[in-house]
């Protein structure tokens, strides 16, 4: 157990729907980062917060927006949901920004659009 | 663009064997961190190791230890008497200035027994 919990485990919709995705991460961590990992495929980057604001973004369509609350959780926010949009999604941790810092993923949400 | 390339979409091996996995990436950067993620089929990304660029010595952790090439920027596992419960995909990812990790495609390993 990493620390980070995600939740829905599990999201099924629709396409053009909305959904909400949580982060929590470990206690005392300040950074949250978020993945997506399609079928069989690497992690691909989204998001990045740090302590409440944006640090950086990845490939992150327009659709898609983020946010991290002054309690320190995330939440993903997926809208006009696409097929294509079917994916694991990782939220990870970290204490700070260092680059040496270990990230710590929690067990992923994985979402099917049907 | 930084990029990170495994070769090897599969291997696998008996039980007790030694294995390595091969990633290489590209990166303009001097100073930079590597490391290798394991995703077992219960799908958690798990840290494996990791290496610090500017550290010449390769990075042990029990039984995975890397061989670091800077100039040639390779970034090898080794596995050494490979265990069932090591059967799982494995990613090599190398993170940015901006602290971005950017991953490979991986490499699915299956142990044998």
């Known amino acids: 157990d990493s620390g980070v919990t995600q939740t829905p485990k599990h999201l099924i919709t629709a396409t053009g729907q909305r959904v909400t995705l949580r982060c929590s991460p470990r206690s005392g961590d300040l950074s949250v980062y978020w993945y997506q990992q399609s079928l069989d495929q690497g992690l691909q980057f989204l998001i990045q917060?740090?302590?409440?604001?944006?640090?950086a973004k990845g490939n992150i369509l327009e659709r898609f927006s983020a946010q991290q609350f002054p309690d320190l959780h995330s939440e993903l926010n997926l809208s006009s949901l696409e097929l294509g949009d079917s994916a694991l999604y990782f939220c990870?941790?970290?204490?700070?920004?260092?680059?040496?810092?270990?990230?710590?993923f929690g067990p992923g949400t994985r979402l099917t659009v049907l | 663009a930084q990029t990170v390339t495994q070769s090897q979409p599969e291997m696998s091996v008996q039980e007790a064997e030694t294995v390595t996995l091969s990633c290489t990436y590209d990166t303009s950067e001097n100073n930079y961190y590597l490391f290798w993620y394991k995703q077992p089929p219960s799908r958690q990304m798990i840290l494996v190791i990791r290496q610090e660029a500017y550290k010449q010595q390769n990075a042990t952790e029990n039984r995975f230890s890397v061989n670091f090439q800077k100039a040639a920027k390779s970034f090898s596992l080794k596995i050494s008497d490979s265990q069932l419960g090591d059967t799982a995909m494995y990613f090599c990812a190398f993170i940015d200035s901006n602290y971005q990790l950017i991953w490979g495609a991986g490499t699915k390993l299956i142990i044998k027994p």
């Open positions: 990870a941790s970290a204490a700070f920004l260092s680059s040496y810092n270990e990230q710590f």
């Open positions: 917060y740090y302590n409440g604001e944006e640090r």
